[in-house]
């Protein structure tokens, strides 16, 4: 799928123009595979297909609203609502096997966290704002090419999209995908390798 077939889905599931596109491209490592697990140094590099992700603020009669809508353009992953509350318990994997939008996730709590730091849950998801988002993959899963740390990526980005209406600003990419792989690990328990290729 393309970014322009993206955001026409976008459009046919949530009747509006997305504000951001994102894609974040899979990764095959050159030099060690399955090492970085262990903080051993790996060479990622780059693939072709990509995760799109289109996002917008969610809205409803025109106000803003506290639920982060999920649709995939693949009809075997199911569409999933997340209503903000206080507690990110609600969208993690709780130790059972992570669905899709785990992943998703995964980045955007590493961003909150990011921008407003881990000592407060409440006070960082009172700030977390709705999200409309789809999530369109080129990237076979299960296939060793990074199809979640893709996914976790461009959920990252579209989280500092909405949230500051930049994309990384004061946040190093460096910093920025260490908190994130390190979420992906604590939310959907695995995730190992470099995520700066998928940057």
């Not at 951001?20 to 590099?45: F, Q, T």
């Not at 603020?57 to 509350?85: C, D, H, M, P, V």
Request: net charge positive; aromatic share 10%.
């Amino acid at each position: 799928m393309s970014g322009e077939e993206c955001v026409t889905l976008y459009k046919q599931k949530f009747g509006l123009n997305p504000e951001w596109l994102i894609r974040c491209p899979g990764r095959v490592n050159l030099i060690g595979e399955h090492i970085d697990y262990s903080n051993y140094p790996v060479l990622p590099m780059a693939i072709e297909d990509s995760t799109w992700v289109a996002a917008g603020i969610a809205t409803a009669n025109n106000n803003q609203t506290k639920e982060i809508r999920l649709e995939n353009a693949n009809s075997r992953y199911n569409s999933f609502t997340l209503e903000i509350g206080n507690s990110f318990s609600n969208s993690s994997a709780n130790g059972k096997s992570p669905q899709w939008y785990h992943y998703f996730f995964a980045g955007w709590r590493g961003a909150l966290e990011r921008l407003y730091g881990n000592e407060n849950e409440n006070k960082v998801l009172e700030q977390a704002k709705g999200m409309f988002i789809l999530v369109a993959s080129k990237i076979p899963p299960s296939a060793g090419l990074s199809s979640s740390s893709a996914l976790v990526c461009a959920a990252a980005l579209a989280t500092l999209c909405v949230q500051t209406g930049q994309v990384f600003g004061n946040i190093s990419k460096a910093k920025g995908s260490s908190r994130i792989r390190n979420k992906s690990r604590k939310i959907c328990g695995n995730g190992g390798r470099r995520n700066g290729p998928s940057l």
